[in-house]
């Protein structure tokens, strides 16, 4: 935004005070807009093969919710439970990060006889080696551990707050940890762009977030949920599932938070 100095000029004679003062002008924001103001022209596909332009390097990153990222945790582990439900789980600490259908939890540990037990109001899980029983207002759950994997991390994907991916075709998004900014590879890599976004919505208690393009020529929307994911071909656990919509077409993969 440009502005000009207010310009003063002040001459004394006998009690005569006359003051000039120049006029200010304010330039609105490409992206700012006002109600009545004009809609923008419907915009065209995103064009995957040229850089972006108009980031601004000042704005920082949101801070995502922590329920998409495994805390402490340093791997995730995949439960398979009847009636038929995937659940994801992770160690932070002396706490339990659980992922399910129906959203993500953190319990607290408690007192148990023997395995391990965590509480968070009527939800429970207790584990005892390689099978666990989860008790809820839903109902109870009789599950066996299935898959594990480590969680990512920064050293892994320097400067990256958010990775996800999908398959067939093949696809991989992430989120800059310092500036709002996000990078798509579509189509095994073949179309590969970076871009600003701007946050639609975000509901920390929940673990959801909406992102939409920050260029209106270029548009995307992107939501993230946490909750338990499977990778569809390789079946590694995740804790938050994501829809990418780019150019009409929907991507749906797996993804999670990278703390530093």
Request: hydrophobic share 35%; aromatic share 8%; glycine share 10%.
């Amino acid at each position: 935004m440009r502005r000009t100095s207010h310009a003063f000029a002040l001459l004394s004679v006998s009690t005569l005070m006359l003051i000039m003062q120049g006029c200010v002008s304010h330039s609105g924001h490409p992206s700012d807009r006002s109600v009545g103001a004009p809609a923008p022209m419907p915009p065209s596909t995103v064009d995957m093969t040229d850089a972006a332009e108009g980031s601004s390097n000042s704005a920082k990153a949101p801070l995502l919710p922590s329920l998409l990222f495994p805390g402490k945790g340093t791997a995730f582990t995949g439960w398979r439970c009847t009636p038929d439900q995937g659940l994801v789980t992770a160690n932070d600490g002396d706490k339990l990060r659980l992922w399910s259908a129906h959203g993500a939890w953190l319990l607290d540990p408690a007192v148990v006889a023997s395995g391990e037990r965590y509480q968070q109001g009527d939800l429970s899980f207790w584990a005892k080696g390689p099978e666990a029983t989860v008790e809820s207002p839903r109902g109870r759950l009789s599950c066996e551990r299935n898959i594990q994997q480590d969680a990512l991390t920064r050293k892994q994907f320097p400067g990256v707050m958010f990775r996800a991916q999908g398959n067939e075709p093949g696809w991989v998004l992430t989120l800059a940890n310092d500036v709002p900014e996000i990078f798509l590879s579509l189509d095994y890599g073949e179309r590969e762009i970076t871009l600003p976004y701007r946050v639609v919505a975000m509901d920390n208690a929940e673990g959801r977030v909406e992102l939409a393009s920050g260029q209106s020529a270029r548009p995307f929307d992107v939501r993230i949920e946490a909750g338990a994911c499977y990778d569809n071909m390789s079946g590694q656990p995740w804790p938050a599932r994501v829809e990418l919509t780019v150019n009409g077409k929907t991507y749906r993969g797996c993804g999670q938070g990278i703390a530093p």
